[in-house]
């Protein structure tokens, strides 16, 4: 009997080689059925997540690979396969977690390598993307702006503002930052929305090796002016002698009131007490404007003998005293 040493299947059929190197009869795949058990095949054994030997990471590229400095690229993967976790590891090491597929944008300053990770339990396979970035050796000497303006610059609270800027020539590299915050690389021209809440300074910055450029724009943000206090009520705020047009003969007084229209129309009244509390002397009744402060003039003729104190009133039309302020006066 030929000794086989190797099983070939072709097309449904097993082709058996004996070590003689003479060829045996084809077997049909089902003949081959009643011989199973005299067959084993070695099988590595699963992990606990079911993912067995070695991940396949099936491609990984940038989308260009090749930038200018400033412009932003796309790292794009497929599918990571026999893998019980998968990551995307920065140039400086650190490594974040992925679906997959998927994709992610970056924009390096220079030019530098990623890495998309597979990880089957002690087994690791990782793909190189490098994205290169073309510094200009022309670069040379100050950057070049073309504009950079906010519309609209003035804006009320929790509105928006487009930023934008045009290209920016013989530069390495461009960011955009803003009063208070932190800058990040923008491609040249672009713009982009903003939303503060406060009066807000940004600048667009190129460099060009030793060399920069810097143009600023503000964003001012118009918060409206608080609704004025309500009225406090009817009051009368101040009751005073008018020495211009009082006399021996004739005392006026200068009251400052506020009406808010209730009970209209009204008037406003002074009387005159003595220390006893007895009334020497009242005021004509003057009629009072609503809503607003303002003042009024009251005279009592003759001038009262004895007063020691002045009360006036706002009296409504119903003849109820509104509101009513005293004050010592001689």
Same mark, same amino acid.
């Given at each position: ?23 045996v ?14 067959l ?8 606990a ?5 070695t991940?396949?990471i ?10 200018s ?10 599918l ?7 990551f ?9 977690g ?8 970056v ?8 890495f998309i ?11 190189p ?29 929790g509105q ?27 491609? +040249? ?5 903003v ?9 667009l ?9 810097q ?10 002016p ?10 009368? +705020? ?5 020495g ?8 006026v ?5 506020y ?16 220390a ?13 404007d ?10 009592m +003729? ?5 007063m020691t ?22």
């Open positions: 009997m030929k000794t086989i040493t190797g099983i070939i299947l072709l097309a449904g059929l097993v082709v058996c080689l004996a070590a003689s190197g003479q060829s009869k084809a077997t049909s795949v089902g003949d081959l059925t009643s011989h199973q058990n005299n084993t095949t070695p099988a590595l054994a699963p992990n997540q079911g993912c067995n030997g991940p396949v099936q491609y990984a590229v940038a989308n260009p690979p090749t930038i400095p400033g412009q932003v690229t796309t790292l794009q993967w497929g990571v396969g026999n893998a019980q976790a998968a995307l590891q920065f140039p400086n090491g650190h490594r974040q992925i679906g997959t597929p998927g994709s992610q944008q924009n390096p300053r220079q030019t530098s390598t990623y990770v597979g990880v089957c339990g002690p087994n690791q396979v990782q793909v993307i490098t994205v290169t970035v073309n510094n200009p050796p022309g670069c040379q000497g100050a950057p070049q702006l073309n504009g950079f303006t906010a519309n609209p610059s003035t804006i009320q609270g928006a503002s487009t930023l934008s800027w045009g290209p920016v020539n013989n530069a390495q590299y461009v960011q955009l930052s803003s009063q208070g915050q932190g800058g990040s690389g923008v491609p +040249t021209p672009g713009s982009i929305t939303n503060p809440t406060q009066t807000t300074t940004y600048f910055t190129a460099w060009c090796q030793s060399n920069s450029v143009a600023q724009v503000v964003v001012t943000v118009s918060n409206p608080p609704p004025p206090p309500p009225p406090q009520g009817n009051r009368i +705020t101040g009751i005073t002698r008018n211009g047009l009082s006399n021996a003969n004739r005392l007084l200068t009251v400052n009131y009406w808010d229209g209730q009970d209209s129309p009204a008037t406003l009244q002074a009387t005159a007490h003595n006893s509390g007895g009334q020497v002397g009242q005021s004509n009744a003057t009629r009072i609503p809503n607003r402060e303002f003042f009024a003039n009251v005279n +003729t003759p001038a009262p003998r004895g104190s002045v009360t006036a009133c706002i009296i409504g039309r119903s003849g109820s005293e509104l509101v009513c302020q005293s004050v010592p006066m001689q």
